[in-house]
């Protein structure tokens, strides 16, 4: 299972950083997802990041100011938010794919897993 964290308020412009993490002996094997939904929307693919950290995929949305990545251990995958807007607020999951060890990032909602619980982002204009 996958726990994400670090969601909080913060004003418009503000940064948050978002930590996915498994005590999972295999989560290193996958390339992970940072999914987002707000009320009443989809649920969208805003970052992935491959298994071993050197391949990334963002959405148009969030290019230029978030970062995605995993740490050393490949334990956990952050998500770094910057400059963040209003309407950036959403529920962010962390999402694991279903292949093990894919080859490139897929950026296709159905080839992720849902996990586990969310973290809250709210964003004060």
């Known amino acids: 299972q996958l726990q994400a964290s670090g969601g909080g308020l913060v004003q418009a412009g503000g940064s948050l950083r978002l930590s996915c993490a498994s005590s999972?002996?295999?989560?290193?094997?996958?390339?992970i997802g940072w999914f987002r939904q707000a009320p009443g929307k989809e649920r969208e693919l805003t970052a992935t990041?491959?298994?071993?950290?050197?391949?990334?995929y963002y959405a148009n949305s969030v290019k230029g100011r978030f970062t995605i990545s995993r740490d050393t251990a490949k334990t956990t995958v952050y998500l770094q938010m910057n400059s963040l807007k209003p309407e950036d607020a959403a529920v962010y999951y962390c999402?694991?794919?279903?292949?093990?060890?894919?080859?490139?990032?897929?950026?296709?909602?159905?080839?992720?897993?849902?996990w586990g619980q969310g973290t809250q982002v709210t964003v004060s204009s």
């Open positions: 999402e694991a794919d279903k292949v093990l060890y894919r080859a490139g990032v897929t950026s296709r909602r159905d080839d992720y897993d849902y």
């Open positions: 999972s002996r295999t989560f290193s094997r996958y390339n």
């Open positions: 990041i491959n298994w071993s950290g050197s391949i990334t």
